[in-house]
């Protein structure tokens, strides 16, 4: 099943996408969606307004996460190529909804940062209420993946130990289009899908997920341990290389640049930067 948030004048709706349709599914958005019990059935049978997909106004596919954690160093090619060991726990640290914008919504390069990079990533979504999980429990917490681009100031993100300052910037984390269930995807909950990120039309990132040193499962159990994860909590899982950061000579994204972020079954995304000043409120 594939699922997103979409912008309609009476508010957000959930809608199940189907054949360049979207179905209005009878809640305000697929995070409100989720913390129903029984979600899956919930939403197969839903039906509401149609709309269509190519003039769609999609939000991002959960507009306010309870929790967004995020994953540091879990691309193994990446580790090893830049002569680094693999890591024995996942690095991890939070990021903010007031930082999610839309699958087409423009960026906001806030004019506090001059080294504002991107980093295309697989999202994972929580399906069920999870705690101190095993393996079993991970597998079936899992509700599905989403595409999200974790939009980095690196001059804020580097002005201490602490990372969380430079990577949840109001405005800059597109996330979406759709919320694609595991049964739909090679690999299922450990998904082995190719990941891409353009800028101004020229790859930048290139991966598959299966390279994920820490992969979904092994996420969501890892992070339970720590504190319960409820339905439309959120963990980006980490981006391969080719950032503009590690580049040389170094490359941020500038006014006007598209970022175009796709993994294959997931869908794409497709954002302008723009200056903070141009983006609207």
């Not at 999202?123 to 599905?144: C, F, L, M, Q, Y």
């Not at 949840?168 to 979406?176: H, I, L, N, Q, V």
């Amino acid at each position: 099943m594939k699922l997103a948030t979409l912008r309609t004048p009476a508010g957000t709706r959930a809608v199940r996408i189907e054949a360049g349709t979207a179905t209005e599914i009878g809640f305000s958005d697929v995070g409100a969606l989720l913390a129903e019990p029984g979600w899956h059935e919930l939403a197969a049978a839903g039906d509401g307004p149609r709309h269509d997909l190519t003039s769609a106004d999609l939000a991002p596919v959960l507009p306010r996460p309870g929790k967004i954690f995020c994953v540091g160093l879990n691309y193994r090619t990446h580790i090893l190529e830049m002569g680094r060991e693999l890591p024995e726990y996942p690095t991890l640290f939070a990021k903010f909804p007031e930082a999610l914008v839309g699958p087409a919504d423009p960026i906001c390069l806030d004019d506090a940062s001059a080294t504002v990079d991107w980093e295309a990533e697989l999202a994972v979504v929580v399906g069920a209420p999870v705690r101190r999980a095993t393996t079993e429990d991970a597998d079936a917490a899992i509700a599905g993946f989403a595409v999200l681009n974790d939009v980095t100031m690196r001059d804020w993100q580097y002005r201490s130990v602490e990372w969380l300052q430079g990577k949840t910037f109001e405005d800059s984390t597109p996330f979406g289009p759709f919320l694609v269930t595991p049964d739909e995807l090679p690999g299922g909950t450990r998904p082995e899908l190719q990941l891409a990120c353009s800028v101004d039309g020229e790859t930048v990132q290139s991966a598959n997920t299966a390279d994920l040193v820490f992969d979904p499962v092994a996420l969501v159990a890892y992070i339970s341990t720590i504190l319960t994860l409820q339905p439309g909590d959120v963990i980006a899982t980490g981006t391969p290389g080719g950032v503009g950061h590690a580049r040389d000579p170094r490359r941020y994204l500038t006014d006007g640049a598209e970022l175009v972020t796709e993994i294959e079954g997931l869908g794409s995304q497709r954002n302008t930067a723009r200056l903070s000043a141009a983006v609207p409120t």
